[in-house]
């Protein structure tokens, strides 16, 4: 039988919040990451007589929309789909011609659509171009992003403004996935 519960948490604001699980989707993944192990570790240690069942159902809520929310992430991200044993099968989307490509050398940012061009080899072995696109960020893994950034640094062409920007964007997806593999190891223990 499905239930509903509230939610009550204090942040580190000192404020009280409550959600309920229709919540769920608007909610930071980190804050539903951390509360379904609050709500694992509960579980575990010191629950007794009917609290276990609460907090089971509790529990199950959380942990069924993660495992929900990270199948979704692993039908783009390449680690992710890799975790669960998939393949990504969203086919990649040509912005620039390679005629384009060739305007600009290897690491120069490029900001319609926002990213970076990057040599490589395509699918015969022979070297091209590729244009690495903010919106496409998880399909890249993150032995790829170190590249890219020391690519954008090594080109002189680069503003420090939009390096700034890039950087950031990438930094903040490296940490948005390993929060994701981190929480998903322990939550499926």
């Not at 929310?69 to 789909?81: G, H, K, M, P, V």
């Not at 420090?160 to 998903?184: F, N, Q």
Request: overall charge positive; proline content about 2%.
């Amino acid at each position: 039988m499905l239930q509903n519960f509230r939610y009550f948490v204090i942040r580190a604001d000192n404020k009280q919040y409550d959600f309920t699980v229709a919540d769920f989707p608007l909610m930071n993944c980190n804050d539903l990451i951390q509360v379904a192990l609050i709500l694992k570790h509960k579980e575990e240690n010191n629950l007794k007589g009917s609290e276990t069942d609460v907090f089971k159902v509790g529990f199950a809520h959380v942990k069924t929309f993660i495992d929900n929310y990270f199948d979704c992430l692993a039908l783009t991200d390449e680690e992710l789909a890799n975790v669960l044993g998939r393949e990504v099968k969203v086919p990649w989307e040509d912005t620039l011609t390679q005629s384009a490509l060739s305007k600009y050398v290897v690491g120069e940012i490029c900001l319609k659509p926002f990213g970076m061009v990057f040599s490589g080899r395509d699918t015969k072995g022979k070297p091209k171009k590729f244009l690495f696109k903010v919106s496409e960020i998880e399909r890249y893994n993150s032995s790829q992003y170190t590249h890219f950034i020391v690519c954008m640094n090594n080109c002189k062409k680069n503003n420090e403004g939009d390096k700034k920007d890039l950087k950031k964007v990438i930094s903040w997806y490296g940490e948005v996935r390993r929060t994701i593999h981190s929480a998903i190891q322990k939550l499926l223990s």
